[in-house]
Structure formats: C-alpha cells, structure tokens
C-alpha cells in the first residue's frame, strides 16, 4: 500500500511541477537599448512563435513556404505557426496575465487598430521596439493611414505589416450599376430584396461605420476621439434606416451572417449580389481560385471606404523578443514585402515607401505582377477615410446586436 | 494511514473529475463577480444585474431547451419505431454498418455535411433549380440559419438516432423483450397492446437516464449551432462564446455570468433528477 502512496504522491508532484512553467528572467529593457549587432546575435537560433489568422490559402502559403523557411536559412530561427486573431490573442494575454505568467506561449501576433487598443489598455504590448528594426527607415511613416491606427497613434509599438481598403463587391454582369450611396443602396434593396446584408463581424462593423460617416455628413465625420453624443445621434439614423429596410435583407432581415466568409459564400453562390471587405475586397484571389465569376469588381462607396493598416506587435511576455524583432524586420524588408505584394499570392499593398527604396526594388515593385480583377489601393484612393476611433466599432457590435439582430 | 483500494478510485475520480470542473467553476464564479480579470476593479454586481435584466439568457435558455426537445423526443421516438420495424433487418451484418456509420461522424461535420446539403446554395437547391422547381436561389426554402432551427434539429438527430437505435437493440435482447411479447401475445395481448404495455415501458425505463443525459449534452452544443443557428436567438454555449469572446473588454464578465447560470441549472436538475431515483433503488 505504501507503494500506491508514492505513486499518488509523484502524480501530484508531477501535476504540480508540470503546471508551473520555467521562468528565465529576461532583461527586456535592455534589449530596447541594445544595437541591431547584439539584437541579431540574441536572435540566433530562436524559436519563435506567431499567432495569426490562418483563414486564407495565399496567407499561409506566403508564410508556410515562403517566411518559414527563409528566416531558417538566414537567422537560423524556428517559426511556429499558430491560428488566431484578435479575440484570441487578447484572452491568451489575459489568461496569462491574470496567471502571471512570465514566458507567454506566443511571441508575435498579427493585429489591427481594434485589438492594439484592448492589448494597450492591459498592457500586454512590449515596446517600443519599432525604432529598432533597420527597415523600419523604409516604412511610410508620413502616411496617416499607417502612422495612426484607429485615430490611436503607433508611436513604435506596433510595426505596420501592409496597407488596405475597405471595397465593395459586385457582379458586374447581373448588377451592371450598383448603389453608391444610402439613398441609392435603399433603392437597391427594394429592387432587389433578399440580395444584401450586413456580417456580424468586423467586416460587416467596419461597413457601418462607413455608413455612419456618410450620415455625419462626410468622410472625416467621425474622425477624432470618441464622441459620444455624435454616436447617438448617428447610430441613431443608422439603426432607422436598417429597421426600415430590414424586410428586404437577407433572409428579411431575420438573422445576419455570423462571419464575412459566410457572406462571400452567399455572394458566390448567388444569393447575395453585393458583397464588400478589406484588402480591396479580396477579390483576386476568389476570382482566380474560381470562388468569384470573372465579372467581378470592387469599388468604394461614394462618401469613402476606410482604409487601414495591419500591423505586428511583440506581446509583453514575449520569451524571444530579440528574435520576433529579428523575424518582423524581415517582414518588413524589401524581399519580403515584395513576395506579399504578388497578386497571384498574398496580394498585399506594401508600407514600404517609394522614395526610400534603392531603385533596383523600386522597379522591382513597380514590375510586379498586378491584379487583373480587383481594384487598386490607388484607384480607391480619393474615396479613402480614416478608421475612426475603437470605442465606435465596440458600440456598433453591442447596439447592432441590440438594436438590429434582437429587434 | 494505509490507503484503501477502492479509496484510490475515489481520489482519482476526485482529481480527474471533480477537481479541474470545481476549478473552472470558481474560476467562472469569481470571474462573473468581477473579483478576477484583468480588466475588472473588483467585486461588483453589475454584470450579474445586466444579464438577468437583458433577458437574453433566459431568451436562449428557452430555446435550448425547446431544440434539445425536440432533438431528443424526436430521435427517441424515430429510434423506437426502427427498432420495433426493423429489428430483424437490423440484425444484418451490412445494416447494422451502416446505423453505425453516422456515429464515427463528429458533430463539426455533420454541421457542415447539413449546411452544404440544405442552404439555399446546397445539394438540395441545386437538384431544384435543374429540376425546374426554383428558378432563383432565394425561392429555396430556409433550412439552415433558420428561426425554426430545422437544420441544427436534424443534424442532432442524425447525430443522435443512431445511438438510441443500437441501445434499443441491446435492451430489447438483454431485457428478453421478445420472449415477453410471446408471453402476453398467449396471454391475448393484441400487437398494440404488446407495444404500449411491454416493450415501451421496458424500454424507456431501462434507458431513461441515457435520453436524459443527451438531453443535457444537447442544451451545451457548440459546433452545430455555431454553423446552423441564426444570430438572435443563439443556442447558450454559442452565446456563452459570443460573450466571452466580445471586443469589450469590460463585458467579459458577462460571459461567465451566463455560464455560472447555465452550469447551475443544469447541476441543480440534474440533482432534481437522479437523486430521488437512486434512492427508491436503495430502499428497495
């Protein structure tokens, strides 16, 4: 018996043991003072981990067969791959927060505006470390639309990954003028009905915040700080316009599609004749995967689509932040930001600027291969507004549920 | 102290069962009060006040509660008539395969097997549409995402008919369902009689606390109401993620209030259920 009390005995010890993770101090705060030489040489032979969404074939191929192996080969470092996007990373970093947990399972994460703002506010962001990356001097900083990342300033702790704006999708051949603007999108829905609705996600908030723009007068109207009697009264109008048309939504307005996927469904199989997302929509890729008709095009609305940065941040657990460092600078380089621009791959608009690229890379982004059936960044331009502060997209999802959905 | 056997068994069901379940409980309790969190100040009631004063949960407690009835009475009662008809057929080697079949299927895929044959762009619209029966997807009927829930409730049904099938067989066999059929056919029992006096009692008696089980097993369903349910109103554990998973930070909490309610309920029925019952076995 006394055999069977050991045995216990180690279960519990091993129980124990397994569910306290090692922890190494790590001086963080003089890796912010260190030069690039003593970064790259910490970063030698990491292993680092990366949490980002997985949900497009181009996305992990670029990463998979391209990123992973070229950070191998140059700076001997193991990348780990794994899957999820902002809602996740923000409960694994309070997870580990509220276990205080030094070493963090994740390294560096893909995030946008949203979710910089909940990991600044618990503080789970390491930095600023953007100032230390060699190719950050290529990077764009004059734009706003990478600077500034939903009306909150970067300010180094987030290094802006690509560039993009929100399009509409259409069929040009069974919708040859598709609406442009509130008045025109009402007309649709009674012409069409059946044919239109609104994601309940990110893609489908995003939307509504461009909408609420256009009914604040203009595309600047919700820039600056949260305001909240300019929220009220807005979504206000919003919430009216949509409960009076809801009869000529999507399934009459009964329910909404949970994820911006499922709507690109509903968009190819024909149910849907208007569909709308980031990156210009994403439209090359579902038209060259066979997903889209050929006859597929994007454009902004008339007021403006927001147009956005994506970024890549180092968590404030991070145990190889030398070599995250290391594994975005190289994400941020020339090589790689032209690899992600191919429009048969990633299909990605760079943050690196023109004027400061050595002239062989210039042409070389200026001979990349261009889309075919998508929209340009350039072409959307002058229809671009900026993402307005985070406490709008918030609201939106709690009264659109509210006011809309549960209506 | 010398240390029984059968307490061994006791502290490793303490520690397997029990002990991770109590944890997480806790977790979730202390959570929904605010007193954990990262983004929480303290013990506050607030979240508590503003999900029983929403409505929601108990919103999509009751149609949970109505699907997994339906679910459940429905597969049941499917599962009896198979068995009453088709016992003898059942009993084949290539049948019994195929009843089998759907239970190595996780509920993930038949969530998506159901979308892909019954949305408005599915197998079955398609067939239509060539038929001539439809001449746009929009005039297919509304089978998944639907306020009726048809798709979630037949896909729970093929999760579960199956099983209630395969356990109706083996109770029907070990309880000599047969022999006691012949009995009270001899005894002038006509065939309705022997239904409704011998072989429903049997078996429903002997397998009441399984329906009961899955009945609660299907109240918590995820994946097959995440792909088939509609926004509002949501099955509890797709609301209980919702909430948890929200970009307010500070409305998490809100989330583990649900799920303390949830995890109450179902403890305090299950407590309502199966205890009173274990004792008459005892006194007997």
């Known amino acids: ?407 | 102290m010398k240390i029984k056997k059968p307490n061994i068994g006791i502290v490793l069901f303490l520690l397997i069962g029990v002990v991770p379940f109590a944890a997480a409980f806790i977790y979730a309790l202390l959570y929904s009060f605010g007193v954990i969190g990262v983004a929480n100040n303290g013990f506050t009631l607030q979240f508590w006040e503003s999900v029983l004063a929403s409505g929601t949960f108990f919103k999509s407690f009751g149609y949970s509660f109505i699907i997994a009835f339906v679910a459940v009475t429905s597969s049941v009662g499917g599962a009896l008539w198979i068995t009453l008809k088709f016992r003898k057929q059942l009993e084949k080697q290539f049948l019994s395969f195929i009843i089998y079949l759907p239970l190595a299927i996780p509920g993930i895929v038949t969530g998506f097997f159901t979308f892909q044959l019954f949305s408005k762009g599915g197998f079955f619209a398609r067939i239509s549409y060539k038929l001539g029966l439809i001449t746009k997807a929009s005039e297919f009927p509304d089978l998944v995402n639907d306020g009726l829930a048809f798709g979630i409730i037949l896909s729970f049904i093929t999760m579960i008919m199956p099983f209630f099938v395969l356990l109706f067989l083996n109770v029907y066999k070990n309880e000599r369902v047969e022999e006691l059929s012949v009995l009270a056919q001899s005894l002038g029992a006509d065939a309705n009689q022997i239904t409704r006096k011998v072989f429903l009692p049997i078996l429903i008696q002997k397998t009441w606390v399984l329906i009961v089980l899955y009945f609660i097993f299907l109240l918590g369903a995820y994946e097959v109401p995440l792909i088939l349910g509609q926004e509002s109103p949501q099955m509890l554990s797709v609301l209980i993620i919702q909430e948890i998973k929200q970009y307010d930070l500070d409305k998490i909490s809100e989330g583990y209030v649900v799920a303390v309610l949830y995890t109450l309920i179902v403890s305090a029925a299950a407590i309502v259920l199966f205890l009173p019952k274990r004792k008459r076995v005892y006194a007997n």
């Not at chain 1, 560096?108 to 618990?122: A, C, P, S, Y």
């Not at chain 1, 190719?135 to 764009?140: C, E, F, K």
């Open chain 1, 1 to 407: 018996m006394k055999r069977t009390k050991y045995i216990l005995f180690g279960f519990l010890m091993s129980v124990i043991v397994l569910s306290c993770k090692e922890k190494v101090p790590q001086d963080s705060n003089k890796l912010k003072s260190a030069s690039w030489e003593e970064i790259e040489e910490n970063a030698e032979g990491t292993t680092v981990n990366f949490m980002m969404w997985q949900g497009s074939t181009a996305i992990n191929d670029y990463i998979n067969n391209y990123v992973v192996p070229s950070v191998k080969k140059k700076f001997n470092i193991d990348l780990q791959i794994s899957g999820g996007q902002g809602p996740e990373i923000v409960q694994l970093v309070m997870g580990e927060k509220q276990a205080d947990i030094e070493q963090g399972q994740v390294d560096m994460v893909w995030i946008n505006g949203e979710t910089f703002f909940q990991l600044r506010k618990i503080e789970g962001l390491w930095g600023p470390f953007v100032g230390l990356l060699p190719n950050a001097s290529l990077i764009n900083f004059e734009d706003s639309y990478i600077s500034t990342d939903f009306q909150q300033a970067v300010n180094g702790m987030e290094a802006p990954w690509s560039v993009n704006q929100f399009a509409i999708v259409y069929d040009s051949e069974k919708l040859p003028s598709p609406p442009k603007s509130i008045p025109e999108l009402e007309k649709f829905l009674r012409e069409h009905p059946g044919t239109f609705t609104i994601s309940n996600d990110f893609t489908g908030m995003t939307l509504l915040k461009s909408f609420m723009a256009e009914l604040g007068g203009g595309p600047n109207a919700l820039n600056g700080s949260f305001d909240e009697e300019k929220y009220n009264q807005l979504s206000e109008k919003l919430w009216s316009f949509i409960n009076n048309n809801k009869q000529y939504f999507w399934k009459e307005g009964s329910t909404f599609p949970k994820e911006q996927s499922k709507m690109n469904q509903l968009y190819a199989n024909g149910e849907l004749l208007i569909a709308y997302g980031f990156s210009e929509g994403g439209i090359e890729d579902k038209v060259l995967t066979g997903l889209y008709p050929k006859s597929t095009k994007g454009y902004a609305w008339e007021n403006g689509t927001i147009r956005n940065s994506n970024y890549l941040g180092i968590l404030h657990n991070a145990p190889q932040k030398a070599g995250a460092m290391q594994v975005i600078n190289f994400l941020l380089s020339p090589e790689a930001q032209l690899k992600k621009a191919d429009a048969n791959g990633m299909d990605s608009n760079t943050v690196l600027s023109m004027d400061k690229l050595e002239p062989e890379w210039k042409e070389k982004f200026l001979d990349a291969r261009k889309r075919q059936y998508g929209p340009t960044l350039k072409q959307l331009e002058v229809n671009a507004i900026e993402e307005p502060a985070p406490e709008y997209m918030i609201r939106l999802y709690e009264d659109f549920r509210k006011r809309v959905i549960e209506n």
